[in-house]
């Protein structure tokens, strides 16, 4: 079970001097270690480097946990940007209509300075995130298929014109069929762009109920993480 006190809080400066704060854990050891990215929501936006942890605490608070072994990071997106420029309520979309946001641009350059600093597996690098970090999920497997060995996106909407890509990579992606916040055809039609190229590869789990909060039971669930981790490059 990982100590909260395991993760410490840092600022990026990226290269066109946007400032991203996140937490970083980093195990004790010589590695190489998984790394483990989570992209929080709309609501933990902002710069106090704390309030991000709220939806990711079931992932560490569990004993014999895969996590256990990984590098994590938690960035922050500020109040006033989203990771991905678009509407949630509007579902999937094309990458043209969805620019990438300054904070996410600055969470690509600090993967790489971390992948260049840290004993990092880069066979084992993943990624999660819930509703606008669904969204984010979604645009970092497609903007970094040859990254990531798998993604949990959690009611979020993606890229449909980059199906072609994501049809490569390991993914489960989960919804609740009641979320009045981001529609699930969001999701429905990502699975179903992808399964057009690639048939029965992306695992798609849609809740009867559960409102906007998916992430609940997907989390809660142990194997989720021990699939996750599974995955190799």
Known sequence: MIDRQEFFPHTFTANDGFTL?????????SGPFPLFLCMHGAGERGVD???TFVHFNPLYDREANPVDEAIIVIPQCPEDMRWVEYGWDKGSYQSADAPLSPAFVAVEELLETLFATLPVDKRRIYVTGVSMGGFATWRMLAEHPDVFAAGIPICGGGPLDKA????GIPIRTFHCAD????????SRDMVAAIEAITPHHTEYTEYPQGGHGAWVPVYADAKQMEWLFDQRK
């Open 164 to 167: 072609d890509v994501l049809a």
């Open 21 to 29: 704060p996140y937490q970083l854990r980093v195990p004790k050891g």
């Open 179 to 186: 979320d009045d916040i981001v529609p699930p055809k969001a």
């Open 49 to 51: 480097n704390q309030c």
